[in-house]
């Protein structure tokens, strides 16, 4: 078992490698093809002075993927991307689980031009857990997340984009109730995006979290790294492809490994419909995870 946890382990720093680097290669060697442009100046705008209409970027989600992208809300505006629902199914040796969580949202507020205020929440998950001796189940609001994202560049112009997003976890699900750990949690990601070539997009999102353990009895550290790949499929429909990755210590979990898909479409300029389902490709990685929603901008 051990050297299979090793390959995967090594195949996953290999395919990180590769997808930090090559990005950068091609984007300069495309650069040519591109004419140059210049961003208007948007440092003026606050959530006091929201910016106009006709200056604000392009529509920009970081749903349904798992990897967030470093662009942040225009300055005096919000974005709500909910899902009606998102349905996790696993079943490993003699135990099954499912797991709903009901309108997951998420409400994203830009306050300055390169920053964004988010909290998310999810008002109901239903959990059940089957064993061939108990079953379990679990109801209840979700723990609410409070976190900032900062562009640190390429916001509203280039081919690359680098920002932060801080985050903490306050813990608003009942332990009672088997949900949450009852514990403040938190981390920090760093979103990168790549404008390639053929109207194709790379989002790549290492990010480090500190976390309480599967007993509950401490705080870890996860690891984790995610990178999708999207191009446009035809008209306001798009789509993507995603690979993630989840390591640990001291959180007593074993790695884990996903591949996604999904698709968005673009209904107006500030409204999309957007699905996506991740597969389980680790032995121990939840089999499958479904969700479709809407992401809306006002």
Known sequence: MEPKRSKRRALTF????CLLTIPAAVCR???DDQPASRA??????TLFNPTPKESMREFNSDSPDLTDGPYTIDAGHLQIETAFVTYTFNEHADVTSRTFSVLPTQFRLGVLNNTELDLIFGPFVYSRVHSQTVT?????IDDTTLRAKI????????KIAFGLIPSVQIPTARVANGLGTGHVQG?????ISFTLPKDFGLGVMPEIDYLRNADNTGYGTRLFFSASLDHPIYGNLGGYVEFVSVASTHLHQTYQAFMGTGCSYLISENFQIDAGVN??????????????GFTWRI
């Open 151 to 158: 562009n640190l560049f390429g916001n509203d112009q280039g």
């Open 29 to 31: 060697a495309d650069d």
């Open 279 to 292: 597969f389980g490709i680790s032995e121990q990685a939840d089999d499958y995870t479904i969700t479709a």
């Open 136 to 140: 379990t189940k679990s109801t209840g």
């Open 14 to 17: 290999a395919l990180a490698t």
């Open 187 to 191: 981390g920090i990601a760093f979103p």
């Open 40 to 45: 208007v100046d948007k440092s003026q705008y």
